[in-house]
């Protein structure tokens, strides 16, 4: 499985970007995709994760701001990041977990400032 991100680069605080990210390879029903980030200095975080035909996980930090959705039949996730904020500056890891195992994004910059 290889997960390709694309998206982020330099927002304005308030402003919006948007991430995308597709999943190649064996991809299995019941799988979970999302995103997390790590700031510099920090743990990685889980921002939002979306299981196939339920609902998603958001983090308290972003709910309301950020919004993950999924196509299932082309199997790609993307983050809707609105009302940035400068404290959402961090590298965004796509995640995908399924059958007991989890891969990861090469990871995509996101910064925040004016």
């Known amino acids: 499985v290889q997960l390709q991100a694309s998206g982020g680069g330099l927002g304005q605080p308030g402003g919006s970007l948007r991430l995308s990210c597709a999943a190649l390879?064996?991809?299995?029903?019941?799988?979970?995709m999302g995103w997390y980030r790590q700031a510099p200095g920090k743990q990685r975080e889980l921002v939002a994760t979306i299981i196939r035909g339920a609902n998603a996980n958001i983090a308290e930090s972003v709910r309301g701001r950020f919004t993950v959705s999924r196509d299932n039949t082309k199997n790609t996730v993307d983050l809707q990041m609105n009302s940035l904020k400068p404290e959402d500056t961090a590298v965004y890891f796509c995640?995908?977990?399924?059958?007991?195992?989890?891969?990861w994004g090469q990871g995509t910059q996101v910064t925040v400032s004016s």
């Open positions: 995640y995908l977990s399924q059958r007991g195992l989890q891969w």
């Open positions: 390879g064996n991809i299995f029903a019941g799988n979970v």
